[in-house]
Every structure is written in structure tokens, then in C-alpha cells.
């Protein structure tokens, strides 16, 4: 069953229904989403907020890059990893003019949590809990909760006010027949960091192979949630 539906119990049927059918995300169903479109607007922060940005690029963190219209795709394969954990990955790559920028992720509903965790990364070194609501229009918002670094084994947790918090609403546009999304992230302590809005296009395709493209392979899994 997909880590939505669990996590959001009977809230999941109020979502629009072009909503609930994008993030069905589960193995039982042997489909994956792809959404192509484009980022309207991309910014970033201040001068330490770019900082910041270039070192979390390193691991397919986000990224200091600014633009409009920029391409824009999210992958989100459903698959079982070498731990036995049924994960969906969350993909997203930014096509600037001379560069590609991505954002990557991998999600699982945490039954010791009883909420979805989100992996940061290809290398799974940061990892926030998430949670989900239903707007009025059967929009879906995620939010971040506590988070946590993985160094030398240890889980560490990011102290609050120096958290960077993430804020995304995802709608369908009815008469658009589209997708649009809007991300904030921002710090208690280093305000505005990064966010896009925009929107995409909706394509479910057959992953009955179960194996993620090579591009989006995590490079190191983390055990811990």
C-alpha cells in the first residue's frame, strides 16, 4: 500500500483524485511516475544561503542555482532496496542551459515513526520526517519535521532554529489538465533558502522490473530512520 495512503488514513480520500492516483506509489501496483514541465521560478537566499546551497549540492541537495522556465522532471520509481524496505525514490532534475541540477531523494513510511521519512541525497546523509496535509481544494502540503545527519554512525539531530524547513504544496489544475507545485525552504536562523514553483505533466509507466535507472541508484543506504 502506498506510505500516503498509510500515513494519511481516511485525510488521503479528500485529495483530489488526479492527486491520490500520483502518489499511489507502491510495488503492489507496479507503476512508476514520471512529470515532465517547467520550473516558472527558481530562487535562493541570501549570500549564506548560496553557501549553504553549494555544500548540500554536493550530495544532490538542492542546489544555489537560480532561473525561469527552466525544464523540469520528477521521477518517482516504487521499488523494495538491498534492506528489505519498500522505498520510493523522489527524483527531480532541473535542466538549466549549460548544466543539470538535481534534487534526489528516497521515501519510506517509518512503521517505528508511524509517519514518512525522507533520505536526502544518493547518499542517504540527512533524513527529515514528513508530514502530510489536505487542502481545501484536495491539494496535497508536505512538511518538514525533525531532522537528522548520519556521521560516523552516529544519527545527530539538526537543532531546530538551524533546520532548513520545507514547505511544498502540490495541486491538479483542472482546467489545465496539469500538475503545479509550489517549494519554500527556510531556517530560523538563516531565513530563505531555496524554493521553485511550476508545473508538469503526468506519465505512469510499467516498473515491473522493480530497478531503479542507474542515474537515481542511491550510493550509500542508510539503516537508521
Known sequence: MSAYKIQMGSNYLQLHPQIQKRFDLSTDN??????????????????????????????????PRVGENIPYEIHNYPYIDSIGREVHSMNRVFYFSNEEQRFDGTALYSTQKKRIVEYLGLDHRMVFEMGLGVEENGAIRFTSGRQFIFILGLQIPVPWFARGDIELLEWYDDEKQRFGLDLHVKSKLFGPLFGFNGWFDAEYVDFTSGILPEKFRPIRLESNE
Open 30 to 63: 507496479h507503476t512508476a511516475f514520471i512529470g515532465r514541465g517547467v520550473m516558472e521560478k527558481i530562487w535562493n537566499g541570501n549570500k549564506l544561503a548560496v553557501f549553504i546551497l553549494k555544500l548540500l549540492s554536493k550530495s544532490n541537495i538542492l542546489f
